[in-house]
């Protein structure tokens, strides 16, 4: 296992994920008519996140799937093609899909109904979850990651 290569290229899907998650959200607001929409970063605790603002929308429900439905699906095919060429690649996608479509959930029941400090730590939460379960399951079963 190239736990050092896991080091360098997990953190870069996760950055690349976010990154596409929010796109996904300005592509759905742009789909519904908005005709801006803008990604910000911004600090939740010591934390740096992004988040699309778009004005304009239509269906809330749809814009707030959106990010992570449309990302998950997207990423899962690097997520393949990295399982048979590079595992540490396809096991770093894979995560950062699984998560992006699991959150995509959590998103559409939760944001804008709760105090939005609770749906952060919820977040942190969800995607440690997340990462830990994978991480747990993929030494289970899969023996350990090889280059």
């Given at each position: 296992?190239?736990?050092?290569?896991?080091?360098?290229?997990?953190?870069?899907?996760?950055?690349?994920?976010?990154?596409?998650?929010?796109?996904?959200?300005?592509?759905?607001?742009?789909?519904?008519?908005?005709?801006?929409?803008?990604?910000?970063?911004?600090?939740?605790?010591?934390?740096?996140?992004?988040?699309?603002?778009?004005?304009?929308?239509?269906?809330?429900?749809?814009?707030?799937?959106?990010?992570?439905?449309?990302?998950?699906?997207?990423?899962?095919?690097?997520?393949?093609?990295?399982?048979?060429?590079?595992?540490?690649?396809?096991?770093s996608f894979?995560?950062?899909?699984?998560?992006?479509?699991?959150?995509?959930?959590y998103e559409?029941?939760?944001?804008?109904?709760?105090?939005?400090?609770?749906?952060?730590?919820?977040?942190?939460?969800?995607?440690?979850?997340?990462?830990?379960?994978?991480?747990?399951?993929?030494?289970?079963?899969?023996?350990?990651?090889?280059?």
């Amino acid at each position: 296992m190239s736990w050092l290569l896991l080091v360098y290229v997990f953190p870069l899907a996760w950055l690349l994920g976010f990154l596409l998650h929010e796109f996904c959200h300005c592509l759905e607001a742009m789909r519904q008519g908005s005709e801006q929409c803008s990604i910000k970063i911004w600090k939740f605790a010591a934390i740096p996140s992004f988040f699309a603002d778009a004005e304009q929308i239509k269906n809330e429900g749809l814009f707030k799937l959106a990010g992570g439905l449309y990302s998950g699906l997207l990423l899962l095919p690097l997520a393949v093609i990295g399982l048979c060429t590079c595992k540490v690649i396809g096991f770093s996608f894979l995560t950062v899909s699984i998560a992006n479509l699991v959150y995509s959930v959590y998103e559409y029941k939760l944001l804008w109904k709760i105090d939005f400090e609770l749906y952060m730590i919820g977040h942190y939460v969800l995607y440690g979850t997340v990462i830990a379960g994978l991480i747990i399951l993929w030494l289970l079963y899969g023996g350990g990651i090889s280059v």
